[in-house]
């Protein structure tokens, strides 16, 4: 089972550039959703979708687009690159659901912006 | 607003003793608690979580965590620690429904003495 998967998993890159993550799921889930995990912040939540078509702002979504134009992908895109956006990245998915349904997380991209 | 504490950056036990992270939170309402454990190079997987009634919950890998709301605290425990649960173990707050989004805690990193 692939679960969640990230592509790429490393990426180095130039301030001012641009690029897109992708994250994959093949569990059918509704819920999809971006963190990124930086040291002694735990995670947070930059951007979020509850189905195709529709994203939502977290926690901290300066500097990224999302977009959600097939159920199973979720795309994370930087437009121009920051330092300040160097971080590991993960995406995780889930069922809706009027309880918690668990998130199931890809294994992350890091990525370092110089 | 939501908040929560791991005060523990960092814990070393050795392997077969007990263990214990600590964490508190901060909340409005009915709090629904969390444990994630991360691996190295991996995403979060949950351990356990805490939605209502008894407030010792059971979780994978025999983890257990107890709610105590006149201390607002919700501390993981194992007895007995094997060296393959040395990782980094976050704890959460929120999220009752899918739609509703988590507070990540700042993350304990535990190792293992041989």
């Known amino acids: 089972n692939a679960g969640v998967t990230q592509t790429p998993k490393f990426r180095v890159l130039k301030t001012g550039q641009s690029m897109t993550l992708l994250c994959a799921q093949d569990m059918n889930h509704e819920y999809m959703y971006w963190y990124r995990q930086d040291p002694g912040m735990g995670l947070r939540l930059i951007h979020y979708?509850?189905?195709?078509?529709?994203?939502a702002k977290g926690e901290v979504p300066d500097g990224y687009n999302v977009s959600r134009l097939k159920k199973q992908n979720f795309l994370l895109g930087l437009e121009s690159a920051a330092p300040s956006q160097t971080s590991v990245y993960f995406c995780?998915?889930?069922?809706?659901?009027?309880?918690?349904?668990?998130?199931?997380f890809g294994d992350g991209t890091r990525l370092s912006i110089l | 607003a939501q908040s929560v504490t791991q005060p523990d950056i960092h814990i070393t036990v050795s392997e077969g003793a007990s263990l214990e992270l600590r964490c508190n939170y901060s909340y409005g309402a009915t709090p629904y608690l969390f444990w994630y454990v991360q691996s190295p190079g991996q995403g979060l997987q949950l351990l356990l979580k805490y939605f209502s009634g008894d407030t010792l919950v059971q979780g994978i890998k025999g983890f257990e965590a107890e709610f105590k709301r006149s201390q607002s605290s919700f501390n993981l425990r194992k007895p007995s620690v094997h060296w393959s649960d040395a990782a980094e173990y976050f704890c959460?707050?929120?999220?009752?429904?899918?739609?509703?989004?988590?507070?990540f805690g700042s993350g304990t990193r535990l190792s293992i003495r041989p």
């Open positions: 959460a707050v929120g999220g009752y429904s899918s739609a509703s989004k988590i507070i």
């Open positions: 995780a998915s889930s069922f809706p659901g009027t309880v918690y349904q668990p998130q199931h």
């Open positions: 979708s509850v189905g195709e078509g529709t994203t």
